[in-house]
């Protein structure tokens, strides 16, 4: 079974300090895809950055960066610079013959 | 630009009613997935389409569950004989079918399902 675990299920971080959001999985796949996704109180999903299970180089988007470890089977996501709408659930997902997603870490950023 | 819709946005229903959900993913979009989501968690995939034909059913999606997706473009969710355990929301999103884009997925904004 393929599982994806997020261990902080709430966050606090000030405005434009930077945190980082753990997610950790399990799976028997070599090729597969990491997306961290966010969803905004009572708004949709969005996808915030992605991440080919193949390549080293971990990949940035603006403010969000990823830090993946493949042998350890990590894949974090740091905010630099936070700003209060970064304030939503984050959800980590394992995209590959299966789709798993996290339990969501709730992500809050104080002014 | 419109992005995925799904509709209706909110369904009350009494236990043992069925229930039909409307999915419309972004029209260039050959994938369509169907997700469940209780309060507090993540996503848990039921199913998902490659134009018309349904290519992975999860384990969680019972007998009472069908999807449909008959002409490869807006896809229909029923469920039979409601219980209270299917109170959830019901999340749509879809993909272009190729490579890392397949599982570049844009959701919509779900449809809140309260049995009573």
């Known amino acids: 079974a393929q599982t994806v675990t997020q261990s902080q299920p709430e966050m606090s971080v000030q405005e434009a300090e930077t945190v980082t959001l753990s997610c950790t999985y399990d799976?028997?796949?070599?090729?597969?895809?990491l997306f961290w996704y966010k969803q905004p109180p009572s708004r949709q999903m969005i996808l915030v950055i992605r991440q080919e299970a193949y390549k080293q180089q971990n990949a940035t988007e603006n403010r969000f960066s990823v830090n993946f470890q493949k042998a350890a089977k990590s894949f974090s996501l740091k905010i630099s610079d936070s700003q209060l709408g970064d304030t939503a659930m984050y959800f980590c997902?394992?995209?590959?013959?299966?789709?798993?997603f996290g339990g969501g870490t709730r992500l809050m950023v104080k002014p | 630009d419109t992005g995925v819709s799904q509709d209706p946005r909110h369904k009350i229903t009494k236990r043992g009613q069925n229930v039909t959900f409307r999915c419309d993913p972004i029209s260039e979009h050959n994938r369509l997935y169907w997700y469940r989501q209780t309060l507090g968690q993540g996503p848990e995939f039921l199913t998902y389409f490659q134009n018309e034909a349904q290519l992975e059913k999860s384990r969680l999606l019972s007998d009472r569950f069908s999807a449909e997706r008959p002409k490869g473009s807006f896809s229909t969710l029923e469920i039979q004989r409601t219980e209270q355990g299917d109170s959830a929301m019901y999340l749509c999103a879809s993909s272009r079918g190729v490579g890392l884009s397949s599982y570049e997925q844009y959701f919509g904004p779900g449809t809140r399902l309260t049995v009573t």
């Open positions: 997902l394992n995209a590959g013959n299966m789709l798993t």
């Open positions: 799976t028997s796949e070599n090729n597969y895809y």
